[in-house]
């Protein structure tokens, strides 16, 4: 069951058309959301990225897209769905069919996608660095499109090569992301992440765990450019996804990690996630 622009219907009965422009360009936005207990965690973030998203790429933002209209609409698809205390969601926005590179219209149709969740994180995770493409630094990346080839290409390379994950570059060999989620290193009472400028995703879990960093007095957070260099200089690795939450990193390379620190944090995003 999914939602297709506010009515439910059968999977097997959504019908997209060769001239979809999300299938022939690329042409769509989507979120990653989580349902816990009937209750969409970080809402309100996920609808301000959204809407801040459909800004940049020009779409027109529908009149009824309100707050309070698109948790409606989440929920609606969740009580339809097999029973269960937390649910993945995907809400994808794509510009209406017609046109080449020019669309026909900046209206947009929707599909809201979702299904029972059982989150868990791994005790022992590595990674590695993929380097054969680069994710290009620029606003742009920042927003989530349905352009995934890099991701999709770093996640063939690290299954073809027993990681369970790999750090993303950009073309000035900078660190970027994660394949599914943004990137945090600790060294000492410093923890960093790349600059939005970088070329990663303004992720809703980055933004969480920048704001419990910010509020703690024994650290400090830097928003910069971070090498491959200082993930192997670092004490603490992690990453974040509004899935999973946070994913400790244990081994990079020949590199072993603690997760000390990053605990700590992970407990804070707990609460923060209950209490929002």
């Given amino acids: 069951m999914v939602n297709f622009n ?17 299938f022939k360009y690329g042409d769509a936005i989507f979120e990653t959301i ?4 009937g209750k969409v965690v970080f809402i309100e973030d996920h609808y301000f990225r959204l809407m801040a998203s459909m ?11 309100t707050f309070e209209f698109l948790q409606e609409e989440i929920l ?9 205390s937390t649910y993945r969601i995907r809400l994808t926005v794509f510009r209406k069919d017609g046109g080449l590179y020019t669309p026909i219209t900046n209206e947009v149709d929707y599909i809201i996608e979702g299904a029972p ?17 680069y994710n290009y630094s620029g606003l742009l990346s920042t927003v989530k499109t349905t352009n995934r080839m890099l991701n999709t290409l770093a996640a063939v390379f690290a299954d073809e090569n027993d990681l369970d994950n790999c750090i993303l570059l950009n073309e000035r060999k900078g660190v970027v992301e994660a394949i599914n989620g943004n990137l945090f290193i600790i060294k000492g009472n410093v923890v960093k992440t790349p600059a939005l400028e970088e070329g990663c995703i303004k992720g809703i879990i980055r933004k969480k765990v920048i704001e419990i960093i910010e509020k703690h007095p024994e650290y400090t957070i830097e928003e910069t450019v971070i090498s491959p260099f ?4 670092a004490d603490e690795v992690f990453i974040t996804n509004a899935i999973i939450g ?3 990193v244990t081994n ?3 590199k072993e990690f603690v997760t000390e620190i990053t605990e700590k944090i992970k407990n804070s995003l707990q609460l923060a996630t209950v209490t929002s």
Avoid: C, H, W
């Fill in 6 to 22: 506010g009515t439910l219907i059968a999977d097997s009965k959504v019908q997209l058309s060769t001239q979809n422009r999300g």
């Fill in 55 to 65: 800004r940049m790429l020009r779409m027109r933002i529908p009149m009824e897209f």
């Fill in 230 to 233: 200082e993930i192997q200089k």
């Fill in 76 to 84: 609606k698809l969740t009580k339809e769905l097999p029973s269960s």
């Fill in 117 to 133: 969740l059982e989150v868990s994180t791994k005790e022992v995770y590595r990674i590695d660095v993929f380097k054969d493409f």
């Fill in 34 to 37: 989580k349902v816990v207990n």
């Fill in 246 to 248: 946070i994913q400790s």
């Fill in 252 to 254: 990079y390379r020949k």
